[in-house]
């Protein structure tokens, strides 16, 4: 099981970045995926996440209207598209997957994942 999280870099506040989560070694299609992050001294936190079947999204408050999560299921990979960075994005971004047999369903604990990627680090200068 592999999950690869990259597309991070330094970019500039209001500026856009596109993360890409490539998976391999399981069944895609079964899992939900989640984006997490954690900045500097502080604890991991929930971004976004879609449903296996990619019809539903859930957001923390802070990034609804700038953050978009979609997935390719043909590929294996799921996006975060960020858009209009602040300075407080800056973190380490994870990806994650969880195995559901539900289509529907959204986790938001990261306690709910079952896979982890490396993370990609996200700077966002002011």
């Known amino acids: 099981v592999q999950l690869q999280a990259f597309g991070g870099g330094l970019v500039q506040t209001g500026g856009s970045l596109r993360l890409s989560c490539a998976t391999s070694g399981f069944a895609f299609d079964d899992y939900a995926i989640g984006w997490f992050r954690q900045a500097p001294g502080k604890e991991r936190e929930f971004v976004a996440t879609i449903t296996r079947g990619g019809g539903s999204t859930v957001y923390e408050d802070s990034v609804k209207g700038r953050f978009t999560i979609f997935r390719d299921n043909g590929k294996k990979t799921v996006y975060l598209q960020m858009s209009t960075l602040k300075p407080e994005d800056t973190a380490v971004y994870y990806c994650?997957?969880?195995?559901?047999?539900?289509?529907?369903?959204?986790?938001?604990?990261?306690?709910?994942?079952?896979?982890w990627g490396q993370g990609t680090l996200v700077t966002v200068s002011s």
């Open positions: 994650a997957a969880r195995a559901t047999a539900y289509v529907r369903k959204t986790y938001r604990e990261a306690r709910d994942y079952d896979y």
